[in-house]
């Protein structure tokens, strides 16, 4: 499967799992809910939230801030545009695969920003968007990431694994993809913090384009 069937079964899978996605994810969304005001309150400037979801992160943004999000379902955009009558700063939402944005001109965003996208697309499409972060952010901008990993603490991990066959089929993600290796492999990106936000599963990976 190459990567354009990749996105085409991604996109397809969420416009199915847009219709009750808040529902689903809300017992994880009463953990989130807490960290999104530090992780999404501090940024200013031009802003991409890559893989925008529902709109999840909009009201808190800043009201310094100039935000485009970018989502590949159709229908979790939708969602996205109500949630933004919420928010304090301009929004610009956007139909647009994160692996290509055909749409988005190179060098000019201070911040991309990304929750929990990079675990559900495949390693090999996950390569294709860590490029096209570095092609659009600005020279010294910065990137914010958030993803879920697997636990090496073997009760977690095996409560992990428990959910994962569910959280593949539903999400399409995975608690094993490479991001972070994949973003320390990039000739254009920098890392330069990783911390847990909870146990050793919720990894913020910070960094800049150099």
Request: overall charge neutral; hydrophobic content about 35%.
């Amino acid at each position: 499967m190459n990567s354009n069937e990749k996105n085409f079964f991604l996109q397809e899978k969420y416009n199915i799992t847009a219709t009750f996605y808040d529902f689903l994810d809300y017992p994880w969304e009463r953990i989130y809910k807490k960290w999104r005001p530090t992780l999404i309150g501090d940024l200013r400037g031009k802003i991409l939230e890559a893989g925008v979801g529902t709109g999840r992160n909009l009201e808190f943004y800043h009201e310094d801030s100039e935000v485009t999000g970018i989502e590949l379902s159709k229908k979790m955009l939708g969602k996205a545009e109500k949630r933004k009558t919420k928010a304090r700063c301009n929004i610009n939402l956007v139909h647009e695969d994160a692996t290509e944005m055909k749409s988005i001109d190179s060098d000019q965003f201070d911040w991309i920003v990304s929750t929990f996208m990079c675990c559900v697309m495949p390693d090999d499409i996950q390569e294709l968007a860590i490029e096209q972060f570095a092609r659009v952010l600005k020279p010294g901008g910065r990137f914010r990431l958030l993803e879920i990993v697997y636990s090496k603490n073997e009760k977690i991990r095996k409560r992990q694994e428990l959910f994962a066959p569910f959280v593949e089929k539903v999400y399409g993600a995975r608690f094993d993809r490479n991001t972070l290796r994949y973003l320390e492999q990039s000739s254009n990106l920098q890392v330069t913090s990783t911390t847990f936000l909870k146990d050793d599963t919720y990894l913020l990976i910070e960094g800049t384009r150099v």
